[in-house]
């Protein structure tokens, strides 16, 4: 796992089954929630087959592909494991048409299997002179075709492009019962209404997914750092960059930042925008930042000629792996950044060792009709993504704006009321879709639709 604190178990009496990296403690190494057998999947076929086999011996099965995952959704005490990392196929195609769609609705799309990863992907399209709109982490190894999209899928560039559920044209899935079905609008639609934003692991095996492709387009870059030598001078310089949003993501801006009572520091691209426009548009923000601080704020700009430079310049590093990881997050309403800046930043600098700012939504993220796909309807009001490593600050996080949703893939799993933070209004048609495609509940994760039926270890029914 990304995260090793998921593949420990803690038992009701607070002893753990684990193995530790460090052998001088002289404990034993335990199994954990590591599962006990697997099965490397490399075909249709071994999906078909793990599928069947563990309905018809009622185990407990997990799907996992890099095992990055906020909430230990792909592994499990005592399962069997349903591997689907080496499911690399990928086929781009100049004139894509969905499955049962009219002769001439084509795309330029791409199909990647379950296992391929987004380094693979980037390097797919690069090679077509195309752009995918997709995840961004350090070496590109979140999975392309599972849980991201699954979850909605953010990117720095969704302002402009929109979500992965919103560029995702296809599914191939495994059900429960062992049936390979193509999944778009006008097959199996409701599955593919589900798996757009409605969680990975829940309603089928993805084995493939087709997303549209864009023309490339150049893009500038913006960093800014600035250090406070007060809270006045934190709250001041926080509230103008936090009012700076909602007209950002209007102009196709994203990327991501740190905030705290000591410190700021923000890296934003944005696509078809030159190096002059750029400066010009963050310029009033920088000047007064550096005479609130006496000078203890700068910027640098870039520009690349396309996506890939920037990518590789950015996010070309190892994978982010070994760190116990939990999170909790808020998605921040436009309304609140327009009109009640400074009672957002109150907020954020309240919260002990500071929050990140996913600027992944907004812009084109709000174009698309909230009913269109499974994701929560909130993501389409959302300007940005607070994000708390404690998950005693989750009160804290709801005061920025009480009742808003969170995205499940950067989420906790002390959620009050899950069904409301992650799916909103779209809960009772998720767990309809869910039980249509898998009447038995094989596909059981943390915090899921369908998961509330049954206990805290996800093994045994509540009735």
Known sequence: MQSPNFETYIFGNGTISACYLNTTLGVPCGQGSVPVIGVDARSVGDVQATVQFASKHNLRLVIKNTGHDYLGRSTARGSILLWTHHLKNIIYEEAFTPDGAPSGETYKAITLGAGVQWYEAYDAVEAEGRFILGGLSAGGSVGAAGGWVQGGGHSAFAATHGLGVDNVLQFTVVTASGKYLTVNSYKNSDLFWALRGGGGGTYAVVISATYVTHDRFPL??????????????????????????????????????????????????????????????????????????????GAFTRHYDSFYPWYKATFGTEGQVGTHVELASRLLPRDMAENHAAEVTDVILGLEGGAAINFISGGAVSRFDPDSAGLHPAWRKAVAQARQRLRSKLDILDRLAPGSATYYNEATLYERDFKKSFFGPHYQRLKSIKAKYDPDTLFIVASGVGSEDWDGELNCRRH
């Open 220 to 297: 500038s870059e913006v960093g800014f750092q600035a250090n406070f030598s007060s809270p006045e001078i934190a709250k001041t310089v926080i509230t103008e960059y936090i009012r700076l949003h909602p007209s950002l993501a209007d102009a196709g801006w994203g990327g991501y930042s740190y905030l705290s009572a000591k410190d700021i520091l923000f890296l934003y691209v944005a696509p078809n925008i030159s190096l002059a426009n750029a400066n010009a548009t963050l310029d009033p923000f920088v000047k007064l930042a550096q005479n609130a601080t006496g000078g203890l704020a």
